[in-house]
């Protein structure tokens, strides 16, 4: 039997155990779901996609909050009303905190995406950790709850740091399935054809929403997407969690972080 502890963002028992949630709040229970074809059980912290036969996607995006170039996408996004996974670098939560406020008041998920934008496969332990907990933080302090994804920098992470961080902060690793190298800036229609032509349901979509062809793409992007029949959700929902931001979190009390 697959452990869906370690594959998905984890029950509310073991989150409340991992005390990142109040106890007493616990999640509702995930619908069961069939390990992912990518996932082998030496890999089963890490998420490429979701094993969903349904025409689902999650759209996300890295890198952000970026001070005039997120807002515009979050415009977009709500016009459309499309829900999507942003994952945050921690300081620039502390530097643009009203724009993560923004992105839960309007329904999206935040993830972690590191502190500083290191390459973790170079660091050890304790320095991963670190990235984590100051990400974490800032997000907390701007929205009162905390990621319960991350994705590593570049996709750089062990497979050993992905158990130790799902170990740790009970965090699995979300990769994706989906990247139209928008950081090559091939063009916002190049992106959007990519996006639209590479989408499988149960997708998981990178994008960075600090380049402004990819935001000028998400237009074409989200509406392709829309009439080959996808909906949008954010991670954790394409998951079987719940929405993260209808739980109560907390941070966990004096985070001992050890090598
Ligand atoms: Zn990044």
Excluded: C
Aim: net charge positive.
């Amino acid at each position: 039997m697959l452990d869906r502890r370690n594959l998905i963002l984890g029950s509310g028992a073991a989150l409340a155990g991992a005390g990142l949630i109040a106890p007493g709040r616990a999640l509702a229970a995930g619908t069961q779901i069939a390990l992912p074809q990518d996932v082998s059980t030496e890999r089963r912290n890490t998420v490429t996609a979701a094993p969903t036969r349904a025409r689902l996607v999650a759209l996300t995006f890295d890198d952000g909050p970026h001070p005039r170039l997120t807002p515009q996408l979050l415009d977009l996004l709500k016009a459309r009303r499309v829900r999507a996974t942003f994952f945050v670098i921690g300081r620039n939560v502390a530097r643009y905190p009203d724009i993560v406020k923004r992105m839960v008041d309007e329904g999206h998920e935040i993830g972690n995406h590191t502190w500083r934008h290191p390459v973790l496969s170079q660091l050890g332990t304790a320095s991963v950790l670190r990235e984590l907990d100051r990400t974490s933080e800032a997000v907390y302090r701007a929205v009162q709850r905390i990621p319960v994804t991350m994705r590593p920098p570049y996709g750089a992470l062990s497979a050993s740091q992905r158990a130790m961080v799902a170990r740790e902060r009970e965090m699995p690793t979300i990769l994706w399935s989906v990247d139209p190298e928008d950081w090559r800036r091939p063009g916002a229609e190049v992106v959007a054809s990519r996006i639209v032509g590479r989408a499988r349901p149960g997708a998981i979509i990178l994008s960075h929403d600090i380049h402004a062809p990819t935001v000028r793409a998400m237009p074409a992007a989200i509406d392709g997407l829309s009439e080959a029949g996808y909906r949008f959700a954010t991670v954790s929902m394409i998951l079987g969690q719940r929405d993260w931001s209808k739980l109560r979190w907390r941070l966990p009390g004096a985070a001992r972080v050890s090598d």
